[in-house]
């Protein structure tokens, strides 16, 4: 799994009927080493709530699909946790802000 | 999933029974974080009726086959919506235009 | 899909039973952009009669194996049609040579 | 598959019912040639007890969820061996601490 | 399906039921265009009796388990077959030395 931040929305109103009412958000991949964004921006759906500028967890390809809101649907990436906090050898890199 | 510009059109006679009569279009991925062309450009099926010059999101792997038309379908890459506008960060950096 | 010209021919005589009989094509992806040749050549399980030299669309990953030919088969890449021409932005940039 | 050392961990109470109670594990793939860690850092699920520091095997896509463990779960990267020792040309290149 | 070289071998004791008796090979990819060895080196599981040296034929995700031996297993890399000549463009390439 991937993890990234979550920087914005697409929306769409001539689409496939099997992705309707689906809330698709702009994800920009986070570097473990540094912390910092890096790499290409792509698209998930959301199937927990998050919003701009929380630190998520997403999954890809078929995978994306084994949840109850994605199963049969056309998606390749859903964001699938908003995550609190990350140790990287015995370090906090990351602490959710509440 | 990955957002892309219409550019063409691909014509085949001798193809795959399963893919007859499918509209094979062209498509230039547009990188999110300055929203220009950028990367390989790749062929895929369209399923929303996506003309060329159109932003649209396309989605890959087993997941493209997750639509009425594409379903057992020998494709790796389906439009399955045009985009109206996208947000990142509180800014809108496209809407489309009518 | 990838659009690729066939370069040669893959040979084995010991290889798992599923693929017996199978013509294994080398492939090199053409950048549409320049329609020059690019990227690292790949093979390929041929399903329409391509030949070398002849400019092809390639379909990988499990949509590979939604073919007659390839159903339940080790294969991650099959060669699906035959290009007869490509049009970017209202210009033909490649027509097969009769 | 991949080898990749075990360099932390991530922690998330918002996440999809399926991945509850999973223990999400941060991975620095491994580079063969040199034995020294190189490329971008992912998550995956542990399926073998692994823990900081080890060097371990990981598999990803659909096959992530042929285990016991993440059968039907929305996981794209699972941990699936601790790596006893790595042997390249007759050379033993890595060999467990015990 | 990418052709690659065996390099070694990968044991491991701590590991996926699934997976165990499976023989984990080093591979390293050649490069089509000159024959070189190039890339990341991966670990695939032998299905044809593969030995270090050998020039093989790999199939990646979820086909590489549409094997006998690797039907459900956890694996995304298997080795299908050895490879006996590979011919570009009307030139021998590659010959198996026997």
Known sequence: MVIARVKGTVVSTNKADKIQGFKLLVLKPIDLDTMEEKGTMLVGVDTVGA???????????SSSRQTEKTDG?????????????????????FEKFN
């Open 51 to 61: 919003g701009v500028g929380e630190v998520v967890m997403t999954v890809a390809g």
């Open 73 to 93: 649907r056309p998606v390749d990436c859903s964001v699938i946790a908003i995550i609190d906090h990350i140790d990287i050898e015995g370090k906090r890199v």
